[in-house]
Structure formats: C-alpha cells, structure tokens
C-alpha cells in the first residue's frame, strides 16, 4: 500500500498561499481555467459530431410521419432503466402514438439484443426496435431483427467488437471514426442526445406549428441522465459533469420525475440538498436491485410513473429488493470466505495469481458483480465471479462472469485477446475497462482462468497491483469547518475520475464507539490544532483499531453530516493507514 498525494497539475491554483482549498482541489484534477467548470448547457459538445446521428434522426423522422411502432429494448442496470425511461418519455412528448419497451430480464434472456429477445419484441409487431444501454455486440439479434422485417436503431456507449451489427442505424461514440470529444457518455447520455437531435430535426421542419402543439422541454429529463451517468460509474469529463450537475440542479428545486422523489425519499435522503453520491449510493443499487433479483421493468414504471402515491409504492418495492439484494450479498461473503482465506495464504506467499476467478454454483447470478468489487477492492487485482448461467438449474452447463478490474489493466481488451487467442473459449462478452460481463462453458472454467492469468501476466509491471491511496493532502485547522465541507460539497459533480476530495491528517482518538457491530462512531484531535472534530467509519475492521488516546494516520473525507434539519462537520473515514 502507498499514499500517494496529489500534485497542482492544472493552472486554476497559481499561488497556494492565497488560493482557497476548492482551487487547490480543482487544480490537483488538472483544471487549469475556469471555463473548465461551466456547466450550462450551451458547454456541451455539439450533437452534430456523433457519428451515425443523422440517419437516425432520418429513421425516426419517417416513423413519426408514417405513425409507426416502436420498441425500446434497454438494459437490466441503472444506466439501461434511465435510458429506457428517458427513450419513452421523449418520443411520447415528441408525438409518437406507437412506443413501448422491453427489458431482458437477466435470468432468462442475458444481456442485450438477442434472437430470444426479438421473438419477444415481435409480439408488439413493432417495425423499429430502438437498443438503449446495449446493442453495439448484438449481432445475431440484429440479424434475427432485419430476417423479420423490423428495422434497428442501436444506441450504446459500450465499446464495440472489430465486427458491427447490420443495423440501420448506430450511435455510439466509442465506434470507430466517431468524431464526438467524450467517449464517456453513459447509455442515458447517448439517447438523450439523440433525442435532442430529433427535436431540433423537427423544429426545423416547423412540425409542432403545424400540428398546432407545443415542443416538449427536453431538460426536464437531465435528473434522468444524471441519475444513469453517475450509478453506471462512467467517467465524469465536462461534458457529463454538466449533464450531471444539470440533473441535480432539477432535483434540488424540486423539478426530478416523481420516481426519483421517492427514492430519495426510501433512501432517507434530502432532495433538496442532493449531490452525486447520493445519487450512485442511494438510488442507483434501488434501482439496480430490480435487475439483479427481479424485473428492471419495476424500476423503469418507478422511473416513468408521474403518480406520487405509485412512485412510493414502486420505489418501497425496490428498496425491500435492495435489502433482500445485501442479505444474499452477505451469504454470498460469507460463502467465499474459505476461498479468499485461501487466497490470503497465497498473497503471504508472494503467489496471488493476476486474475482471481472464483465460482461457486450456489451464488446468485444478480449480485456476483458485488462481490466481484468487494474481492477487487480487498486484493487489489482483476476478479471475476461466476454463478450458473441459470439460477434454476445449480448444474447448468453455462456460467456467467462479472469482471471488475484496477486502473492499470483493461478488463474488456484483455477479454478480447482471450477470446481472439483462443477460438471458441469466449465466445459472448462485453464492456469496459474497469467492468465487464462474460459467458463460459462451465468446464471450460480452468482453461479460461489459465489463459486470462497468462495474458495478463504479460502486462504486469513491478507496480502493477500496488494499492495506491490518493489524498488532497493535509488540511490546516482553519479547514476543519462546516461551510469549507459545504462548499466542497456543492463545488462540482464529483465522481469516476474526477474524484471527490479526500486528505490524510494525524489525529489522536479522544472517543470511540461502535455501531452496530461494525461501524465506528470518533472523537478526534487532529494533530498540532487545539480542537476536536467528529467522524464515522463505516463497515470498519473493529479489531484492528487502536485505543483511545493513541495516534493514527486517517484518509477521509469532509463532509456534512444532517440530522433532524441540523448540520454539521463530520469526516468519513476512508482508510486506516497506520
């Protein structure tokens, strides 16, 4: 383990001495002009650069005179309920008659547009199927699609295969000779700005004078793509933290979609105060338990409602799901735990493999993605957890993957050279660097494990799967204050690499106690300043903590913590370091 404290690499903080502690904190995330922090919508880069948007927008056009029918198809995540969601509230404001959506859900169909899926699809005899959040690696849903008559609008952010799906029409910014600045966008981000596009499109053809209707306000859907972009962890550029703090500027003045008000409300969370985390740690894994354990259609009619009783309804629904989803995430932890502790006596002995893939046939196909990021986090290497491709059938002879990889190895590119390597191992994967999903025959499972470890093993460095801490630096005692945590607070969305502050301090523990049986309530005294401040540790080692009165080195954040309507400083503990 090393910390590693960040240096001014942007020119916004030119003279340390007189610059305030947001300046310094920009600077150390490179933002060298103000300008870098605007987050009106007129920063956002053009839609005219995204490859593919103009035959969309021709598709879309045609359907809309012709009075055709329309399939949203989206994704079991957070990112795939908001674009879906965002995909019909768009199109029926717009003035499409015809438009409804189908989800796979997980257990039955897997991820994207497969042929199963568009058997599915065709009972609504749709004649376009649009993708949200999926689509781009589709390629035999795609044919299946076209062999039926049905035209298809893939919309992703996915990163695409060396082959393309037929399809009419792709927007995808990661797709080869995509011209779009930010490769970033979140599936939600993508279809919203296809949206965009459509209106202007028929602003343009004076379509709603002639009908003598009103243009809908496509803004009102930006809590929408905040609430994807942020829970689908995607990295927050300016161009997504404008969309993100756009979102979070309707839900504070009470304008978010009444599903996104009740979450909050579930989650015991104020609104009116919202910020990006809660957004990522309290309504996406709501919302994200509905496409591990269930139906992601009970988030997206949670998402889509404009009923506040039903939103409540739907949004309690969720969290019950939510807290059914960390019991079985409790067992499963339970359950690895002979496993990792075999994997403690090889990191003692110097031979932790590079690529920890564990399976165990009692697992739940919906929640080894968590558990692959609790194994990620406590190794510090790219895991992968398999679970039985159908939950029903423990001996299935197929078993699904959830990778989740560290910054210095790109999960989805090395599962494509495992699968260019080795014909017919890998066959159905997809993702991103830091996240992806895969398919494999179950007693292919050692081979698999062999031939990942050996690629892998190719890339690593003498760094490689070193565990770096990153702080702000040290704060001074004029910094320990409520309205410097407020103001860091509300400074910019902060999220994937644009990462909310943190520091490391000495302090001396003046008080401990535990909540819970698993969460620290301190009382500390930063070292060299005449005061105490309060601080929580959650989901803490208890037995390794020292006693009161004895020093440790802290990374934490500031925060504000609220009770009954009060305020007031708090530091979220983030590591023990010593």
Known sequence: MKLVRRKLTGALCKDVSTASLVERVFAMRGINHQDELLNDLKNLHPISMLKGINVAIEMLVEALHNNQRIIV????DADGATSTTLAIRALRAMGFQHVEYLVPNRFEYGYGLTPEIVNEANKYSPEIIITVDNGISSIKGVEKAKSLGIKVLITDHHLPAKKLPDADAIVNPNQKDDQFPSKNLAGVGVIFYLMLALKSNLLKQNYYSKNNKDAPNLTRLLDLVALGTVADVVTLDQNNRILVEQGLRRMRSGNACEGIKALFHVAKRNISNAVSADLGFACGPRLNAAGRLDDMSLGIECLLTDDPAKAMELASALDDLNIERRAIEEDMKVEAMALLKELDDDKLKGDLPPVLCLYKNTWHQGVIGILATRVKERYNRPTIIFAPADPLDIDSTEIKGSARSISTIHIRDILDEVASNS???????????????????????????????????????????????HSDGKLQEQDFDLKCASELRFAAPWGQNFPTPIFDNFFTIVSKRTIKGRHLKLLLSPKGFERTVSAIFFNAEIDCWPDEGEEVHLLYKLDVNEFRGDFSLQLMVEKLLI
């Open 73 to 76: 198809i989206g994704d079991f």
């Open 423 to 469: 014909s017919g191992l890998l066959e159905k994967f997809g993702g991103h660097a830091m996240a992806a999903g895969l398919t494999l025959e179950k007693i292919r499972l050692d081979e698999f494990t062999k031939a990942i470890c050996s690629i892998v093993n190719n890339y690593v460095k003498e760094d490689t799967f070193l565990e770096l801490h």
